[in-house]
């Protein structure tokens, strides 16, 4: 499939998604899922982890203790799915980041394009892709975390359940957190099916609260396998450095 094929089926594809009920979920519980990718483009992207030349670095999890498992970061250019869905589900993304800056009484505001924003990113010495599979087994996990890369950070990013659960895996729940002030922590366990993906703040949400919005801090993981093999493709806006 030729580019300019690859870029109109993804404009179609993105075009059924309903943004606004994306937009209201991400507004009124801070996460929205939605389909992404078909069962033969999951198999095809867990195909790739064997293929060292596609990527940049390795993190062994248990090594730093973020969890069990691992994870490999692509390298530029990006697979052509991987960098058309990205470029894709910024402009939607954007504008429900613009929105939560705006009640965060933030300044900034992101541009139009991925592209635009990217520029932004190399401007600040961002320049490493951060889109990613993951690999657990059996006992695997994810600690609860943040993925931030420098200066930058955009508000959304997207974890895509590549394995079919209960098929391929089990357990294997994606984790969400949220830390609202002068109380205590509040959970999610999302259940993803294949294809699917979860969009979630990087770092923190807007709430609103009796005197106007307030910051809620967030963090995600995956909680653990209790077997056989989950993959995943995390789908991060901004670069690093």
């Not at 089926?9 to 994306?22: E, G």
């Not at 429900?96 to 139009?112: H, I, K, M, T």
């Not at 990217?118 to 951060?130: H, I, N």
């Amino acid at each position: 499939m030729g580019g300019k094929e690859t870029a109109r089926t993804w404009k179609k594809r993105l075009a059924r998604l309903d943004w606004p009920a994306v937009w209201e979920a991400l507004d009124h519980r801070g996460w929205a899922t939605a389909p992404l990718l078909t069962p033969t483009e999951c198999a095809g992207l867990i195909a790739l982890w064997p293929e060292q030349d596609r990527f940049r670095s390795r993190i062994e999890m248990a090594r730093f203790r973020f969890g069990e498992g691992a994870y490999q970061y692509f390298r530029y250019p990006l697979p052509r799915l991987i960098a058309e869905a990205r470029a894709g589900l910024y402009p939607g993304l954007a504008a429900a980041a613009n929105r939560w800056q705006e009640r965060l009484g933030v300044a900034r505001r992101f541009p139009s394009t991925l592209n635009q924003y990217l520029e932004a990113c190399r401007r600040e010495g961002q320049t490493k892709p951060t889109p990613l599979l993951l690999r657990y087994e059996t006992g695997g996990y994810n600690c609860l975390h943040q993925d931030l890369y420098g200066e930058l950070a955009f508000p959304f990013q997207a974890t895509c359940l590549l394995s079919r659960p209960e098929e391929d895996f089990t357990g294997g729940e994606f984790l969400l957190v949220e830390q609202r002030p002068r109380a205590q922590s509040r959970g999610e366990a999302i259940r993803l099916r294949q294809g699917e993906m979860v969009i979630f703040p990087v770092r923190e949400r807007p709430v609103a609260g009796k005197r106007g919005f307030y910051r809620v801090v967030m963090r995600h993981g995956v909680s653990t396998i209790h077997s056989g093999v989950r993959y995943a493709l995390g789908v991060i806006f901004h670069d690093a450095r």
